[in-house]
């Protein structure tokens, strides 16, 4: 495998360890204002999905990093 391909898992994995943390704070603030809940329902459960599916990115990152760095760089 290449360095490139590793680089860029990397800089995958960088912004979506950003986005669990930028949404775990919007989870934050809608859990103390149940009124914004109400309200944003639909925008709840959009931090809900973001959340998941960024988890899910970070782990497919890490597993394809490791068979980079396993393979060897070339």
């Given at each position: 495998m290449d360095l490139?391909?590793?680089?860029?898992a990397f800089v995958?994995?960088?912004f979506a360890?950003?986005?669990?943390?930028t949404s775990a704070?919007?989870?934050?603030?809608?859990n103390?204002?149940?009124?914004?809940?109400?309200?944003?329902?639909?925008n709840f459960y959009f931090v809900i999905t973001n959340t998941?599916?960024?988890s899910l990115l970070v782990l497919v990152c890490l597993k394809s990093m490791y068979n980079m760095y396993s393979v060897g760089f070339q």
């Open positions: 490139t391909n590793f680089a860029i995958i994995l960088t360890t950003l986005s669990i943390a704070i919007a989870i934050e603030c809608y103390k204002s149940s009124d914004l809940r109400k309200n944003k329902a639909g998941v599916c960024s």
